[in-house]
């Protein structure tokens, strides 16, 4: 019954009383009990479960990221301590939109990518987090050889022809196994414009390093 969702009263049949939400808030003052947002999922082929990963805040500028499962997509478990907090340098604050692959035969076989940006209010950059397991939690370190990941792995572009040059930010990751190759949307936007444009790259490397596959993105 949100009139921003439905503003036309005959798409919707009404408040529905059985409708509830999958996950609700932690209490107060958990670092999760302002706000639930920028949820993804992931179905693990090793434990067969359902993930369902998400930002929470107390504040703001507070965030992290939380998980929880389910073995049917209906019922899930409750969040508990974050999976993955802020960094320390470029991603000290408002890290976002988590998305999680699954890579057999690595040492930390579970990649999250995020995006992130410093105290300083500077751009959104797009970051890598590993794990052992679904349930975290997430490091930043090399899903290889686990050696740590001191930078964001996607930067905006230092390309002037690109269009991601001021910001990147919202992605989306996928494992490619027949080709061995990861593939990342995301959004971008370049400094002389308010468009967020939907950009993509490949990585052969586990995400450590990225190749852009377009100049342009898509409005």
Do not use: K
Request: charged content about 20%.
């Amino acid at each position: 019954d949100d009139a921003h969702v439905f503003p036309d009263d005959r798409q919707t049949s009404g408040p529905l009383s059985d409708c509830r939400p999958v996950l609700y808030p932690g209490f107060d003052f958990q670092w999760d009990w302002a706000r639930l947002s920028e949820a993804s999922t992931f179905d693990d082929p090793v434990s067969g479960l359902h993930f369902l990963y998400f930002r929470g805040n107390a504040i703001q500028e507070d965030q992290a990221i939380g998980v929880v499962s389910s073995p049917d997509g209906l019922s899930w478990s409750q969040a508990s301590d974050p999976v993955l907090l802020p960094g320390a340098v470029w991603d000290a604050r408002n890290i976002s939109n988590p998305s999680v692959a699954y890579i057999e035969g690595l040492a930390r076989p579970y990649l999250m990518v995020y995006h992130g940006r410093d105290m300083a209010n500077g751009p959104r950059q797009v970051g890598l987090a590993t794990a052992t397991s679904p349930w975290g939690p997430f490091e930043r370190l090399d899903p290889v050889d686990a050696q740590p990941i001191t930078a964001p792995v996607l930067p905006p572009s230092s390309n002037l022809a690109y269009l991601d040059g001021e910001r990147t930010l919202h992605p989306t990751l996928s494992w490619d196994a027949d080709g061995g190759i990861l593939h990342l949307w995301y959004n971008g936007r370049s400094g002389s414009s308010t468009t967020l444009r939907i950009f993509h790259a490949t990585s052969t490397d586990f995400g450590m390093s990225w190749a852009r596959t377009d100049v342009d993105g898509v409005p």
